[in-house]
């Protein structure tokens, strides 16, 4: 089959839209702020859906982004003349897996703007319907109640459960409720005991305003908490089931001090979350070296805070995992040796590290570079130093090499890329990096449009498969 | 001394966003024994110039110089008041630029103005011989007011994002700032600690207009990236590459200390000894304000008994603030003499009049007597 120009852009194009889908989250970066990440992905999100339309939708089977899932519903549902085969099914399969704050979000997008035609309101009837079958509605109309108020004035959904619609629409009506959820709510208002039959986040409203000290506030609401809430608010949790990057992020967010006090544990609950994530393929990629990259650009914004780094960290340890035992060998930019210390400070001498990653006693079988793509110790010498090695050193692939990058650039519509020779791949969270490297291969110009759309397609089959059962 | 020496700095690769092209300088070795803290005041602050004169300025913060080799120390921001002075007092009197504090080891001086003093006071006292041309103004008060403009380091364009990616390196003492690949300040501390801790204060300090007006009206400035050439064998092995990229690094630092820095590094300057701690020399300096288009910078520099320059801040004069030095130079030089000077200058008399009109200095000029002397120089 042969390849027109066209299809090259087009392949190319595809690519960008994903990597931009896996790392963008419209807020501020270290280098670009959120109006700038917001408008940059508009552009794009409406460039890719009005000329790929079917590419456009298939995204929603890849790990992409629930900012940028609940993006492509909105547009998609926004657009319902050009809808195409399958788009329906994988919206639906797609709200499904996505966290419910954001699904109401994304419902009440569609209100504001005006989205009512058939097929939104099916899909949002659908949702709710299939959330109502998973544990009732009363959870949600307790702790969304503003969304699936919106949600259901939007699609003129009538409750199956009556109290649900009262508690919401008419709340004067009854004088007490039989679900748990929905009378503890009514009695919190007046019954400190009560809040703490609450979801966490609601309870936290009513405590304030029972003006509850925080301390005793936590102490009792702790059975309540999700993983997640019992993290955040430094209560014991257990570290050892924790995903990947959330760890990672724990870890830098502890001082020194405590990092190393308490080393062991939370190496253990890395290389545990590691584990998981390389499941079959741990110990099957040979000879890995890595360069990552923990230089000041890597501590992220006040929103994103360390993100970067946490990639970094998390890819280190799944890196660790997945190549040969003793095989890894990781290089920091700052020249650090030990992960668990890691800060966002100096430069990015990314050059000179991708050396230090080549030579060691043999040649890998496998580079990885993780890092934001901004290279300035001397700016370039990175991406000089991959085209001379590729085309004069290792002409034949010995080493495959591949960059991954966290962090989106509003300018560019894209991830950096440090070569044309190399592979870029946006990365959000470090447990995707096996599937994001499967990905990165189209990058390299090698395989063309033909197989790009194969491999959609397959992950389409996949995913959807995955929801219907 | 006449040249400012920057031996023992090294230059790294510069870091380029939007207009602005940061240069780090790094130490290999700190200096130890003397450290540079910070001193935060209120906004505006009025110097005492000591004889009965005061200039209101923007000082956002000043330094405090510390030789008493207790070098272990940290630097500490805004600690080292100790005098429990208000904080938020919107005027401040200074007394004198370099003060010593309390008979300690300590200087208390703020950044740029004894340079901008010296600028100043270039040749304001008036003339020196009363000649006829000169007003009864000129010659009883001197060449008043003394006011320059100057831009806070915030509202140069694109200046606090530059400086907020930065990323300081590892033993960086410095920092050569360029906009639209001029030179606008350059910036040297002594130890990387104070740096650190420095770093943001450039964001407060002083701009010429010229720099304002370059980052105002300037493009984005390229990149100087990384070339290594791999024509057919150069290359055959990972050392190789690692030799041709070290000589990428190399090279970078020759053509920055060649090409962008060596109107700061090679002009010959008049230095003058504004204040002597133990070994340490305090200095300011003024440029030879030659007319010939290069750069000139007026600033201030702490060195060693070595010479070797341990703080190091400039500003950045404009082409009208190099003219009307070079105008009060020549001025001085033949005895505030018109005529002569017109000589000295290869011009006519009334070009020199023009000329100090132009400079803004008008008003000093006795304008019956310059007028009949242009009569007789007409009709003669």
């Known amino acids: 089959m042969t390849e027109t120009h066209s299809d090259l852009i087009a392949a190319e194009d595809v690519l960008l839209f994903v990597n931009a889908a896996v790392t963008a989250t419209g807020q501020r970066e270290f280098r670009s702020s959120a109006g700038e990440q917001r408008l940059s992905l508009a552009f794009l999100h409406e460039y890719v859906r009005v000329n790929y339309r079917p590419v456009y939708a298939a995204a929603l089977a890849l790990d992409i982004n629930d900012h940028n899932a609940a ?236 993100r970067p780094l946490a990639v970094a960290l998390g890819c280190h340890f799944l890196l660790e995992a997945l190549a040969a035992p003793g095989a890894y060998a990781a290089h920091w930019t700052s020249g650090g040796a030990d992960p668990l210390l890691v800060r966002p400070w100096g430069p990015t001498p990314l050059g000179t590290r991708i050396l230090d990653a080549l030579e060691g006693p043999a040649a890998p079988d496998r580079l990885v570079i993780v890092s934001d793509g901004w290279d300035n110790a001397p700016p370039g010498l990175a991406g000089e130093v991959l ?73 389409v089959e996949l995913f959807l498969k995955g929801a219907s059962r | 001394m006449t040249r400012i020496d920057l031996t023992g700095l090294e230059v790294r690769p510069a870091q380029v966003w939007g207009g602005v092209r940061l240069v780090p300088l790094v130490r290999p070795e700190p200096v130890e024994g003397l450290r540079l803290h910070r001193e935060v005041y209120g906004n505006a602050g009025s110097v005492d110039l000591g004889d009965r004169t005061t200039y209101t300025s923007y000082i956002p913060h000043g330094f405090v110089a510390d030789w008493s080799g207790k070098g272990a120390e940290g630097a500490a921001y805004g600690t080292r008041l100790g005098d429990g002075e208000p904080r938020a007092v919107p005027v401040r009197r ?42 009864q103004q000129a010659v009883r008060q001197g060449l008043s007011p003394r006011a320059e403009a100057a831009y806070a380091g915030w509202s140069v364009p694109g200046l606090s994002e530059a400086l907020r990616v930065f990323e300081i390196h590892p033993g960086q003492c410095g920092l050569m700032l360029y906009v639209a690949d001029a030179l606008a300040a350059a910036f040297v501390v002594p130890h990387p600690r104070d740096y650190r801790v420095l770093h ?43 030799a041709a990229a070290r000589a990428q690094e190399r090279a970078w630092a020759e053509a920055h200390d060649g090409l962008m820095a060596r109107d700061l590094l090679d002009t010959s300057y008049a230095f003058e000894r504004v204040y002597r701690m133990d070994s340490y020399d305090l200095y300011r300096f003024l440029p030879p304000f030659h007319r010939g288009g290069e750069e000139q910078h007026i600033g201030e520099l702490i060195a060693d008994h070595k010479g070797r320059t341990l703080y190091l801040k400039t500003f950045r004069l404009s082409e009208n603030q190099i003219r009307r030095g070079h105008l009060l130079r020549r001025l001085a030089d033949c005895d505030w003499h018109l005529e002569q000077t017109a000589e000295a200058l290869g011009t006519t008399y009334a070009e020199v009049v023009r000329r100090v009109t132009a400079a803004g200095f008008g008003s000093l000029l006795n304008a019956h007597v310059i007028a009949q002397r242009l009569r007789e120089t007409q009709e003669s």
């Open chain 1, 71 to 306: 993006l492509i519903v909105e547009q998609l549902l926004r657009t319902p003349k050009e809808a195409g085969e399958r788009e329906g099914r994988l919206i639906a399969a797609r709200l499904a897996l996505m966290p419910p704050q954001r699904v109401y979000r994304l419902f009440r997008a569609l209100r504001a703007a005006r989205v009512n035609n058939r097929r939104t309101r099916a899909i949002i009837r659908d949702w709710l319907a299939a959330r109502a079958e998973r544990e009732g509605l009363a959870l949600d109309a307790v702790k969304y109640r503003p969304g699936l108020k919106a949600a259901a004035r939007h699609v003129h959904q009538r409750f199956a459960d009556p109290e649900c619609g009262d508690f919401l629409f008419t709340p004067g009506r009854r004088v007490r409720y039989e679900h748990p959820y929905l009378d503890a709510y009514r009695r919190a208002r007046y019954e400190q005991g009560a809040l703490y039959e609450l979801p966490f986040t609601v309870a936290e409203g009513f405590a304030a305003r029972h003006g509850i000290p925080r301390e005793r506030f936590l102490e009792r609401i702790a059975p309540r908490m999700t993983r997640l809430e019992r993290l955040r608010t430094e209560r014991a949790s257990d570290l050892t089931v924790m995903p990947l990057t959330r760890l990672a992020l724990y870890v830098l967010s502890l001082p020194f001090g405590e990092r190393v006090a308490r080393r062991a544990e939370l190496t253990g609950a890395l290389r545990a979350a590691a584990g998981r994530v390389a499941g079959p393929y741990a110990g099957t990629w040979g000879r890995v070296a890595a360069v990552l990259d923990d230089s000041y650009s890597a501590s992220g914004s006040a929103v994103k805070r360390r």
């Open chain 1, 387 to 459: 085209r001379v090695w590729r085309t004069r050193l290792d002409p034949e692939r010995r080493t495959s090499a591949v960059h991954v990058n966290p962090v989106y650039d509003a300018a560019g519509f894209d991830v950096r890329r440090l070569a044309p020779s190399v592979p870029t791949a946006g990365i959000r969270d470090a447990e995707d990096l096996a599937a994001l490297v499967e990905i990165a291969q189209f990058a390299e110009g090698r395989t063309g449009l033909a197989q790009l759309r194969a491999y959609l397609d397959r992950r």
């Open chain 2, 94 to 135: 200074h007394h004198r630029l370099a003060k010593r504090r309390n008979g300690e080891k300590r200087l208390r001086f703020l950044p740029l103005h004894l340079a901008l003093e010296g600028y100043l006071a270039l040749h304001f006292g008036g003339p020196s011989v009363v000649w006829d041309e000169w007003s």
């Open chain 2, 200 to 242: 943001p204060t450039l964001i407060e300090d002083l701009y010429g207009e010229l720099v304002h007006q370059y980052a105002f009206y300037g493009a984005p400035v390229p990149e100087f990236t990384a070339r290594i050439r791999d024509e057919a064998g150069s290359v055959r092995t990972l050392a190789d590459l690692r």
